[in-house]
Structure formats: structure tokens, C-alpha cells
Nanobody, 127 residues
Framework: VQLQASGGGSVQAGDSLKLTCAAS????????LAWFRRVPGKEREFVAA????????RYSDSAKGRFTVSRDNAQNKLYLQMNSLSAEDTAVYYC?????????????????????WGQGTQVTVSS
């Protein structure tokens, strides 16, 4: 499966952005998905994850209450609505797919759970 993230850009602190990840190659409705981000010089960090049906989600502490992850299995798309953005949210955002048969929310924050990655989309927030 190929993942393509889009929707990044340059915004002011307090603004909102919605990221989209489009999947191609095969349907992703049976798999868990996630968003990670990376700041230059740091490790890629978990932002949010969503289970195969969309009913289960998990967020990092920094994302909780501000970001919402969702998916549209019919369109093979993953979304990340980001509100109340701050300069600390500046990063390259990546979408990822966990192609195991069973999705475990307890480990959904781990990089090692994901096999397929999109190319990343830059989000820059000016304070």
C-alpha cells in the first residue's frame, strides 16, 4: 500500500489545519492507522492512532483535546484535524499503516508497529 500525506502548510499560532492521508494499492479498511511527526534532530513521535473501524482512537498527551483523528474507509483516507496549533506543533507529519491482522491500541503509539509510511507533509506554526 502507498500512502500520500497532504494538507500541511504555514499557519499562525491558534489556527487550524486538516491533514489528509490517501492510500492506494489496496483497501486499508482492515488496518490500524496513525499519524507521527518529526522535528529536525529528534526522533519521530506518535501523535494519534485509529483502529480499523474508526471506533477506537488513541492520542499523545500533546494532541489530546486539540487534534482529532478520523478515517473514511470508503475513500481510503485518513485525516488529522488539528486545532489550536502552537509553534511546538511545527514538524513533518507522517501517516502510517499497521498491516497486522489485529490492531492493538495499547501499542499503537509504537513506531515498530507500522510497516507502511507516507512521505510526510510539513506543518509550520508561527507564534
Amino acid at each position: 500500500v502507498q500512502l500520500q500525506a497532504s494538507g500541511g502548510g504555514s499557519v499562525q499560532a491558534g489556527d487550524s489545519l486538516k491533514l489528509t492521508c490517501a492510500a492506494s494499492g489496496r483497501p486499508f479498511n482492515g488496518f490500524g492507522l496513525a499519524w507521527f511527526r518529526r522535528v529536525p534532530g529528534k526522533e519521530r513521535e506518535f501523535v494519534a492512532a485509529i483502529g480499523p473501524s474508526g471506533a477506537s482512537t488513541r492520542y499523545s498527551d500533546s494532541a489530546k483535546g486539540r487534534f482529532t483523528v478520523s478515517r473514511d474507509n470508503a475513500q481510503n483516507k485518513l485525516y488529522l484535524q488539528m486545532n489550536s496549533l502552537s509553534a511546538e506543533d511545527t514538524a513533518v507529519y507522517y501517516c502510517a499503516l499497521d498491516d497486522r491482522d489485529v490492531w492493538y491500541s495499547d501499542s499503537a503509539h509504537l513506531l515498530s508497529e507500522y510497516e507502511s509510511w507516507g512521505q510526510g507533509t510539513q506543518v509550520t506554526v508561527s507564534s
